[in-house]
Structures are given as structure tokens and as C-alpha cells.
């Protein structure tokens, strides 16, 4: 069983910059494939950036540029540097963990979740 908790939420300005992180505990995670996926009220779970263990990176059209996937595998915990801020990026925002190297884009296939936490952009 892995337990994922993120952290770094928070109220930031347009333009500015919010670094979220998520640590695992419970098995060594280096070998998951990791991601990013972001939810408003009343909308599905979309996707947001996804990480292979490989080191691939793939992320949405609407934050390539903006947003930065990286790992630490020492300290078993992901983060999203997350630059240039809009409103249209406020969300509560998911980490997830997959035990598969091939992972689709939707939540599909992913058998790991963190609780969420909250990023809200003002404009």
C-alpha cells in the first residue's frame, strides 16, 4: 500500500508562482509512474502532467511551459513547480501513483490518490 499526501497549496496572485509537493510513504516509489491531476466543482478530473520513471515528462497543453514535473526519488516525494499563474489554474489538485509503465491520460489506471490540495489563483 502507498499512502501519497500533497502539500503546498495556497491563494497566489496571477502571475505568480505556487511549488506543490507530494511525498509517498509505505513502499519505495521510484519505480511508479507519477502524476498530476487537477478538479473543480462540478468537473471531471482532469490531467495535468505525468512522469515515468524513466524520467519522461508529459503534461497538458494548458500548463506546457508553465509547469515543471520533478522527482526526488531520496526523498520519495514528487513536485509541481508551477509558474506563471492564471486563474483558469485554480483547482484542488491530485497526486497519483501508478504501479504500470504504460498510464493513458485520464484517472484510469492510476491505483494510488492523495487527499487533494487546494490552489486558488486571483486575478
Known amino acids: 500500500q502507498v499512502q501519497l499526501v500533497e502539500s503546498g497549496g495556497g491563494l497566489v496572485q496571477a502571475g505568480g508562482s505556487l511549488t506543490l509537493s507530494c511525498t509517498a510513504s509505505g513502499r519505495t516509489f521510484s519505480n511508479y509512474f507519477m502524476a498530476w491531476f487537477r478538479q473543480v466543482p462540478g468537473k471531471d478530473r482532469d490531467f495535468v502532467a505525468k512522469?515515468?520513471?524513466?524520467?519522461?515528462?508529459f503534461y497538458a497543453g494548458s500548463v506546457r511551459g508553465r509547469f515543471t514535473f520533478s522527482r526526488d526519488n531520496a526523498k520519495n516525494t514528487v513536485y509541481l513547480q508551477m509558474n506563471s499563474l492564471k486563474p483558469e489554474d485554480t483547482a484542488v489538485y491530485y497526486c497519483?501513483?501508478?504501479?504500470?509503465?504504460?498510464?493513458?491520460?485520464?484517472?484510469?489506471?492510476?491505483?494510488?490518490w492523495g487527499q487533494g490540495t487546494q490552489v486558488t489563483v486571483s486575478s
Open positions: 497519483a501513483a501508478s504501479q504500470n509503465l504504460v498510464v493513458g491520460y485520464g484517472v484510469e489506471g492510476y491505483d494510488y
Open positions: 512522469l515515468h520513471p524513466n524520467g519522461g515528462r
